[in-house]
């Protein structure tokens, strides 16, 4: 059984940090491109930021371009966001999302973890 857990949300002032964490099991991790979405109340979920299987490309939206930063360690079975600079547009429940590297058939997401901001 696939399962991803994200943890570390919360609420945070303006201009704080948070680190997300998300830890996979049940596929093999190694083998996944890995990402962060988010979903907003009454918006649809968006890209965040992804990762590659190897770690050795990234891509983050350009809203959060410059103050997150997302890594894994393919050991821990794990990836992580470091969110800097938060913004309350920021707010939303943050998804973590797996994608076999060979096939986007084979996804996977995380129950979300809440992420709020205030001004």
């Known amino acids: 059984q696939v399962q991803l857990v994200e943890s570390g949300g919360g609420l945070v002032q303006a201009g704080g940090s948070l680190r997300l964490s998300c830890v996979a099991s049940?596929?093999?991790?190694?083998?996944?491109?890995m990402a962060w979405f988010r979903q907003a109340p009454g918006k649809e979920r968006e890209f965040v930021g992804g990762i590659s299987w190897s770690g050795r490309s990234t891509d983050y939206a350009d809203s959060v371009k410059g103050r997150f930063t997302i890594s894994r360690d393919n050991a821990k079975k794990s990836v992580s966001l470091q969110m800097n600079s938060l913004k309350p547009d920021d707010t939303g429940v943050y998804y973590c999302k797996a994608e076999l590297r060979t096939s986007a058939t084979y996804a996977y997401w995380g129950q979300g973890t809440q992420v709020t901001v205030s001004s």
């Open positions: 049940g596929i093999t991790f190694g083998s996944y491109n």
